[in-house]
């Protein structure tokens, strides 16, 4: 389906959140290897399967199909390792970027992460002053890997 | 999605082959974990990706979904663990059942075996004469354990 360029940065304070309603997002993983992960994700009323490869340097393939919301939530419960990941995200279009910033809950309280889908790796960005560090290439921060290791017991 | 139900047997000898044709199937796996098993399966020229549970008894839980086949040749070639099952099914309708039996090709060569999806765990059934040994409960037939420990290595 195609390849994923993207950017992630830290948060660094709160002048965004009047910028965009934030949605609920529950979502789980079936497989955690970063060579092959699929997540299950319910995002408000609608839900996705989603099957990435490895990351080579800030590219990943990535092939999402819709899925029913009952059967997300069945696997959710049923399959996922968990715990399952739950956050809000907020959807913040700014010159012409949309920025996604996540507020996570439960074990990952605390943890605020921004990220911005680019259409090449070289792509210029002009970064909102509430953006902090790149974590691009921090494993820790995968939402795959805050199922077993939660922003809490870092 | 549901619960799959299914026996599963070894064949004993060549009288099903003239009873319907062969669909090559190539299948991959991105987990082979029995408890949750992702599967991605072209079908002739239809494609599908398949998640399923831990077996209890002879039922498991089952979520299906088709997907582009372009999409599922990338996958096979770029997230499925190696080497990639490949085999010829052959749908035997029988007595109200339909049988399917998979020659395997590859590393699998030489094992042939069919399957019979119930309604119910009790449900009895008429076998033909070229079934033999149950295997349902033999963890060694999985596909998904054909990939790591194929036949040809027994």
């Known amino acids: 389906m195609g390849v994923e360029i993207e950017r992630k940065f830290l948060v660094t304070h709160d002048s965004w959140h009047d910028l965009a309603p934030g949605v609920l997002y529950r979502q789980g993983y079936i497989s955690t290897q970063p060579e092959r992960t699929v997540r299950v994700r319910v995002a408000g009323d609608r839900a996705f399967i989603t099957l990435k490869g490895a990351t080579q340097g800030t590219a990943r393939s990535e092939f999402e199909y819709p899925i029913p919301l009952e059967d997300a939530n069945e696997i959710l419960n049923v399959l996922c390792v968990s715990?399952?990941?739950?956050?809000?995200?907020?959807?913040?279009?700014?010159?012409?970027l949309t920025w996604e910033v996540d507020e996570f809950l439960g074990e990952n309280q605390g943890l605020v992460i921004a990220e911005v889908e680019l259409e090449n790796a070289d792509q210029a960005i002009e970064l909102p002053d509430w953006i902090g560090e790149d974590v691009s290439h921090d494993s820790r921060y995968y939402n795959s890997n805050l199922?077993?290791?939660?922003?809490n017991r870092w």
Chains 1, 2 share one sequence.
């Open 83 to 96: 715990p399952l990941i739950e956050k809000y995200r907020h959807k913040i279009e700014l010159n012409g």
């Open 147 to 151: 199922v077993t290791h939660p922003f």
